[in-house]
């Protein structure tokens, strides 16, 4: 197939990971956890059981399209550098690994909650406590898989520019974003008081990827190149 093809589908990729990764985050969980009330967050997720599964589905179809872009970016930009083509996917599948396991924890609160035998003899109150400590092991696993995301997306920028496939402003934002994801995760672990304060860097990675993802969606690459 042409470059522009494989431009044109890891624009579809990206759509699809952007969308269902927004929506999963912003529309679902933020609605049914409660930072630090675990009653509250039992109760909405009692209440919204099918939301909450919903939630497991858009995060796997992220997931999925995710490993497929790897690829595609590596065919697409292997011509620049085979070898750090081959890095920036390698990246980002493990990120994809980590988040895929880290579903796990999202599930075991529905587990949890909905008084599978096995859990019957703990206390309602264990239980909420149990299941909003597994949905913070979920947040904190989201972030590690956001660490090699990071050093995906800082070789991925570099290839773009590099590349002369796209305009260089594109790799660039990439590169803002790889370094925001970096900040922003390891302050998760290591500075978490301030991670409120990091925050609003997060509108850096969403217009830059939103803008990439438009871009190859609607241009795809310059063919001559």
Request: hydrophobic residues 55%.
């Amino acid at each position: 197939m042409p470059p522009i093809t494989y431009a044109k589908y890891a624009g579809l990729l990206y759509f699809i990971i952007i969308v269902f990764g927004i929506s999963s985050e912003v529309f679902i969980r933020s609605s049914l956890i409660v930072t630090g009330d675990a009653n509250a967050t039992a109760s909405n997720i009692l209440a919204s059981q099918s939301l909450f599964r919903i939630g497991f589905v858009f995060d796997s179809i992220m997931l999925l399209a995710d490993v497929a872009i790897a690829i595609v970016f590596y065919i697409l930009l292997r011509p620049v550098s085979k070898i750090l083509s081959l890095t920036a996917a390698a990246f980002r599948l493990m990120q994809a690994a980590i988040l895929g396991f880290n579903l796990l924890n999202y599930y075991v609160a529905l587990l949890l909650l909905s008084g599978t035998g096995y859990v019957a003899a703990l206390q309602d109150e264990d239980l909420n406590s149990l299941a909003m400590f597994f949905l913070d092991m979920h947040s904190h696993g989201y972030d590690l898989g956001l660490i090699f995301f990071a050093a995906s997306n800082l070789i991925l920028g570099y290839l773009v520019i590099k590349s002369r496939y796209f305009p260089v402003f594109l790799g660039y934002g990439l590169i803002g974003a790889a370094l925001v994801y970096l900040v922003g995760s390891y302050a998760r672990f290591v500075f978490p008081n301030y991670v409120s304060l990091i925050e609003p860097m997060y509108i850096i990675p969403l217009i830059a990827e939103l803008s990439f993802c438009l871009w190859l969606l609607v241009k795809g690459v310059k063919v001559q190149e």
